[in-house]
Nanobody, 124 residues
Framework: VQLQASGGGLVQAGGSLRLSCAAS????????VGWFRQAPGKERDFVAA????????YYADSVKGRFTISRHNAKNTVYLQMNSLKPEDTAVYYC??????????????????WGQGTLVTVSS
């Protein structure tokens, strides 16, 4: 499956952005789709994920209450709505698809397919 992430940009602190992750070549129906982010000089961190089969969602503590992950079945697309953005949210955001077990949803190593990344910059 090929993933295309989009929607990044420059926004002021407190603003909002919506990222999209569109799949081609195969549907998301059997996968968990996650968003990860990597800030300069830092490791790639888990942000959020959604299980296609159950619609269960998972969030990193740092984004709970501010970010919402959702899906659009017909468009085979996953969205990450980001509100109340902070400068520390600045990073390249990647979407990924895989089949991690529930307890390992946050483990990037268990995702098989990755998009190219989209840059989110939050100015103070």
């Amino acid at each position: 499956v090929q993933l295309q992430a989009s929607g990044g940009g420059l926004v002021q602190a407190g603003g909002s952005l919506r990222l999209s992750c569109a799949a081609s070549g195969r549907t998301f129906s059997r996968y968990t789709v996650g968003w990860f982010r990597q800030a300069p000089g830092k490791e790639r961190d888990f942000v959020a994920a959604i299980r296609w089969s159950s619609s269960s969602t998972y969030y990193a503590d740092s984004v709970k209450g501010r970010f919402t992950i959702s899906r659009h079945n017909a468009k085979n697309t996953v969205y990450l709505q980001m509100n109340s953005l902070k400068p520390e949210d600045t990073a390249v955001y990647y979407c990924a698809a895989g089949s991690p077990i529930t307890s390992a949803t946050m483990n990037a190593e268990l995702y098989d397919y990755w998009g190219q990344g989209t840059l989110v910059t939050v100015s103070s």
